[in-house]
């Protein structure tokens, strides 16, 4: 079945730096994947949608220039977290809709996730 | 809009024990439902989905039957295992190629 990889799976930095998260859609196309970011022990919020060969689409309250988004081709998105601090450490996970859009298609694929922790 | 909710937890149970976990939603339409399980340090793997009302979603023993008139999709399992230990979601999407909307996800904890 269609898979996608998200890499790196751990990432440490240094306050002030940034750091690169990809997310491949490895079998299929994807023109749109969402990009969630998940505390300790909750839900997966949803940060923004990543569309192919246009702008991403931001959620209320996510910072767009802290949180760079490009999807430059059909199967790679990336999200680069600008100038990290310690409250940017979480959990990042990226997700595909499965192709076609019939109603039996509304399921998506998960990306293994990244645990980021800023030092 | 569109959101989930399911039963806090965390859930201790002995092995070999049912297990429950409950689900509602509020959505416009008429959306389609999933449950979701996150191992620790993993990303999401679908546990199982219904798209349409009454439909009943099963895998790995795990159950949830779609249910518009009270907007429940309540995910059970008649014999839990400490593999099923982990991190269960509930998630509606309105159509296909739009985001999942996660419920708060339920910790389920299986001692033997």
């Known amino acids: 079945g269609a898979v996608v990889s998200q890499h790196p799976s751990r990432v440490i930095c240094k306050s002030g730096t940034s750091v690169k998260i990809e997310c491949r859609s490895l079998?299929?196309?994807?023109?749109?994947m969402f990009w969630y970011r998940q505390f300790p022990k909750q839900s997966l919020m949803l940060m923004a949608t990543?569309?192919?060969?246009?702008?991403?689409?931001?959620e209320q309250g996510v910072e767009k220039d802290k949180f760079l988004i490009n999807h430059a081709s059909l199967t790679l998105s990336t999200l680069t977290v600008t100038s990290a601090h310690p409250e940017d450490s979480s959990f990042y996970i990226c997700?595909?809709?499965?192709?076609?859009?019939?109603?039996?298609?509304?399921?998506?694929?998960f990306g293994q996730g990244t645990r980021l922790t800023v030092v | 809009g569109n959101s989930v909710t399911q039963m806090e937890g965390p859930v201790t149970l002995s092995e070999e024990a049912f297990l429950t976990i409950n689900c509602t939603y509020t959505?416009?339409?008429?959306?389609?439902l999933f449950w979701y399980v996150q191992y620790p340090g993993e990303g999401l793997q679908l546990l199982l989905k219904?798209?349409?009302?009454?439909d009943k979603g099963s895998n790995k023993g795990f159950e949830a039957t779609y249910r518009k008139e009270t907007t429940s999709f309540h995910l059970e399992k008649g014999s839990v295992q400490v593999s099923d230990s982990a991190v269960y979601f509930c998630a509606l999407t309105g159509q296909a190629g739009t985001a999942l909307i996660f419920g708060k996800g339920t910790t389920l904890s299986v001692s033997s």
């Open positions: 219904a798209t349409k009302a009454d």
């Open positions: 959505a416009t339409g008429y959306p389609s």
């Open positions: 997700s595909a809709p499965t192709p076609g859009h019939s109603v039996m298609n509304t399921e998506a694929f």
């Open positions: 990543s569309n192919e060969g246009s702008k991403a689409t931001y």
């Open positions: 079998d299929f196309q994807a023109t749109t």
